[in-house]
């Protein structure tokens, strides 16, 4: 058991007594409800992109997935905004870029990754179903940029009757 500085030995009950609260986790890491917003996003992000690799395995398996809180890229003037192919925007606030293979500062080589941004994408989505939906539709876009073809050949549309 510690000491406090009065020389008092602190217990449980003491701690709790004193207002501090419960210590440690309300919900085991096992029930749905313990995972954050990042972690449910990730999960979201990692379905949809399934649905593609299903499909194009071969073609992405040079290709990485990330995750960034908020764009760190900005458009100069936001009023007549042009996104390159490599961003995904809705206006002047992008939703995903493709960062092509390439050359980092220290000099090695990196892949290519699609690097999608939370908190745009989230506010876009009313419900979780509209979540899954936009991930998908971003992605399909992407992977299309990335693979040089129409998104209509990654995600080619029912043939409807």
């Given at each position: ?114 690097v999608l941004f939370r908190r745009p994408l989230e506010r876009r989505a009313k419900h979780p179903e509209d979540l899954e939906d936009l991930l998908f539709d971003v ?23």
């Amino acid at each position: 058991m510690a000491r406090t500085g009065s020389g008092r030995r602190t217990t449980s009950r003491s701690a709790s007594r004193r207002g501090r609260g419960v210590r440690g986790p309300i919900l085991p890491a096992s029930l749905p409800g313990h995972r954050s917003r990042a972690d449910k996003f990730d999960r979201a992000v990692l379905e949809a992109f399934a649905r593609i690799d299903h499909r194009w395995h071969d073609k992405l398996e040079r290709l990485d997935i990330a995750v960034d809180e908020v764009p760190k890229i900005r458009a100069k003037d936001p009023e007549s905004v042009n996104w390159p192919p490599e961003v995904v925007a809705e206006g002047p606030v992008p939703l995903s870029r493709l960062v092509p293979a390439g050359i980092d500062k220290r000099g090695e080589t990196t892949r290519a990754r699609i690097v999608l941004f939370r908190r745009p994408l989230e506010r876009r989505a009313k419900h979780p179903e509209d979540l899954e939906d936009l991930l998908f539709d971003v992605l399909v876009e992407q992977v299309a940029t990335y693979l040089g073809v129409d998104p209509d050949v990654v995600d080619p549309l029912p043939d409807e009757d």
